[in-house]
């Protein structure tokens, strides 16, 4: 049983550019929802996407966007980054009754 | 101050010997409680997850959640080098969505 996937693994960025992170929830599972996570702090809920709808959204600008397709995978886009959007960021799906399972991450540095 | 307190450790103690974690909450809506379990540089894993106040048991891990406190626990026994990671708690409402807050983690060592 395939668990949530994740790409790119890494990736660098420059500040004022666009960047596009994907996951692939863990099969049966419905809900994608994204985290950020800064060193050595716990992850921040960014938003979650439920019938390819933002169901809910935590305290990010506008400059976070998302997108889920009717096979629940989903994107992530970031625009006009900054330095401290470096971080690690988690895909997470779940299902009605179950606890969210995180993918491996992607880890952003933006220069 | 924060909805969600964890002290960042880091816990140090020798393999064999019972691990003890916990957090402490402000949001009395939490229903829903878990605890990930962090490897270096990896995303989080599920360890335990339980609804309202109680305990709950699943091989050497016990989790512990007392609501009337604003309080949950996770025991560890028997500890093995290979449990050296982060431990993060998380919960949630249980409104429509399962956003998850975090405490921001306790950095365990065992020992060998």
């Known amino acids: 049983d395939a668990g949530v996937t994740q790409s790119p693994t890494h990736l660098i960025k420059t500040r004022g550019q666009q960047v596009t992170l994907r996951c692939s929830p863990k099969s049966g599972h419905d809900t994608v929802s994204w985290y950020q996570q800064a060193l050595g702090q716990g992850p921040q809920f960014i938003f979650q996407?439920?019938?390819?709808?933002?169901?809910q959204r935590g305290n990010f600008p506008d400059r976070f966007s998302g997108h889920q397709f009717p096979n629940y995978s989903s994107e992530l886009n970031v625009n006009a980054l900054l330095l401290g959007d470096s971080a690690l960021y988690l895909c997470a799906s779940s299902s009605s009754g179950t606890g969210e399972y995180f993918g491996p991450g992607t880890r952003l540095t933006v220069t | 101050q924060k909805e969600v307190e964890q002290d960042p450790g880091p816990l140090s103690v020798p393999e064999g010997a019972i691990v003890s974690l916990n957090c402490t909450y402000s949001n009395s809506a939490f229903q829903y409680f878990m605890w990930y379990r962090q490897y270096s540089r990896k995303g989080p894993e599920l360890l335990m997850y339980t609804y309202s106040s109680g305990n709950k048991e699943d091989g050497r891990f016990t989790a512990q959640v007392d609501k009337s406190s604003k309080y949950i626990s996770l025991f560890i026994r028997d500890s093995q080098p290979s449990d050296s990671a982060t431990y993060l708690c998380?919960?949630?409402?249980?409104?429509?969505?399962?956003?998850?807050?975090f405490g921001g983690g306790t950095r365990v060592l065992v020992k060998p």
């Open positions: 996407y439920y019938e390819e709808e933002e169901r």
């Open positions: 998380a919960m949630s409402d249980g409104a429509a969505g399962n956003k998850l807050t």
